[in-house]
């Protein structure tokens, strides 16, 4: 791959202390980033030229909880009006995952990729279920992520709802892919083994989920008491509260990601910081579903790496990002409640978490050495832009910028908003749509 120049551009590094660097040029070797250095300074003779001038340069979002297959909700008006969690699950998802073949999970996943690549974000921590096309799922969802160029970690989502038989194609499916991921050759790809969440699962099915994690060396990645019905189902089948339940099975630690956090007492917050399991806030979701807002603040205080995800809800982190800062003020009736908090779910959260999936590439930042995972947005600050300015800038202006340029590991998604894949994205769009409408029928 030869040598790549991101040219006159304010480069925003974020990491532990980011720096704001105006009239920079970043060079990309060998998917690294090999230098960051004033204009014209480190330019080699021969080199791809991309100009950022009137640009902001920096590392690609991450999102740390998604599920592609939900594209095909986008507009599916059939579902029954919901009036709680349960419902809105019972009525709407665990219909469309059933409708799932292998083509229309490979095909939503990328329509969900070809998304966040213009949209700017360049990490996605799926989370994936297809009762009815178990096997070879996380597959079809890895060739998509080589198509789009992305970085994604991908898990099938085990779950007792639909049998035994479907319950063991999701061990498998899990054990497999991640079998996969560490004979390695595709560094783009990561594994967790994926849980549903505590209220679909059996004492039986958890046990053998952690010991085949355990023989792998994986976490988990699993929804945590996001509504308060799981709670209350965990209390009543049991005896004890959810995140007492997965310590006790071994289900938390450094690697595991646990989604939502909403209904948690004090002691399991303990119990999550202790074990060193991250959480996922995903606010937008939350909302929508009704199911309640997350302690934010009192899981950081208690030492929780808590990151940011969207739960599908969108791809566009800083959208979310948003939402997180709105649902925080109101929840505290403080407008002035946790912007610095809110702000590191993004900027540091995911960073960490990234980290603890792809250990030494530096996701999430730009720094020589680390991964050329980098994205331009066309950006003309309008006020001052520098460190101490750049996070008001991220919520009230950046959020509405256009993503000119995508790229990850040094290959050029992206270019002038222009993707420069092997597909065609308005054939990708068409193929989804008469997919789609089979789907429902099904529906
Ligand atoms: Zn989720």
């Known amino acids: 791959m030869a040598a790549l120049l991101i040219s006159d551009g304010t480069v925003v590094t974020l990491g532990e202390s980011n720096r704001v660097l105006h009239g920079h040029d970043v060079l990309v070797e060998d998917g690294r980033i090999r230098r960051i250095a004033p204009r014209g300074q480190a330019a080699p003779a021969g080199a791809r ?6 640009k902001l340069v920096m590392p690609g979002f991450i999102n740390a909880h998604m599920h592609f297959y939900s594209t095909f909700a986008r507009g599916l008006g059939k579902a029954a009006p919901s009036k709680d969690f349960a419902e809105v699950l019972e009525h709407l998802w665990w219909r469309l995952d059933k ?6 999970v490979y095909l939503s996943a990328l329509v969900a990729l070809i998304d966040a690549v213009r949209h700017g974000t360049t990490t996605l921590v799926d989370h994936h279920a297809s009762p009815h096309a178990v096997r070879g799922s996380l597959d079809a969802i890895a060739r998509a992520v080589g198509e789009s160029g992305l970085r994604s970690c991908l898990c099938y989502e085990l779950s007792d709802r639909d049998g035994a038989a479907i319950a063991e194609e999701g061990l498998e499916e899990n054990a497999e892919f991640i079998r996969r991921c560490r004979a390695g050759g595709e560094p783009h790809l990561a594994a967790l083994f994926g849980l549903h969440a505590s209220f679909t699962l059996s004492d039986g099915t958890i046990e053998k989920a952690v010991r085949l994690a355990r023989e792998l060396d ?31 099975a071994g289900v938390l630690g450094p690697k595991t990601i646990t989604a939502h956090g909403v209904h ?3 002691r399991e917050v303990e119990l999550l910081a202790g074990s060193g399991a991250a959480v996922a806030h995903n606010p937008q979701s939350n909302m929508n ?12 205080a208690a030492g929780v790496l808590v990151g940011l995800g969207t739960d599908a809800m969108t791809v566009d982190m800083r959208e979310e990002l948003r939402a ?26 995911n960073r960490r978490i990234a980290d603890r999936i792809w250990p030494g590439l530096g996701l999430g930042e730009l720094r020589e050495g680390g991964a050329a995972d980098v994205v331009l947005l066309d950006y003309d600050p309008p006020t001052p832009l520098d460190e101490g300015t750049f996070l008001g800038h991220l919520v009230f202006g950046l959020a509405g910028a256009a993503v000119d340029t995508t790229i990850v590991g040094g290959r050029i998604l992206m270019e002038g908003k222009r993707l420069l894949l092997d597909l065609d994205e308005a054939e990708v769009a068409a193929r989804s749509r008469s997919h789609a409408e089979a789907l429902w029928q099904r529906f």
């Open 218 to 248: 994986a976490g988990f990645h699993v929804h945590l008491a996001e509504a308060a019905s799981d709670q209350e189902h965990c209390l009543a089948e049991h005896g004890c509260r959810v995140v007492e339940r997965f310590h006790r």
């Open 49 to 54: 030229v991309v100009d950022a001038r009137g």
């Open 264 to 266: 948690l007492d004090a």
């Open 289 to 300: 579903n009704a199911v309640g807002v997350a302690d934010v603040p009192g899981m950081l």
């Open 324 to 349: 997180a800062l709105w649902v925080r003020h109101l929840a505290a009736r403080d407008p002035s409640a946790g912007f610095m908090e809110t702000t590191s779910l993004l900027v540091h959260g």
């Open 99 to 104: 409708a799932l073949t292998l083509e229309g």
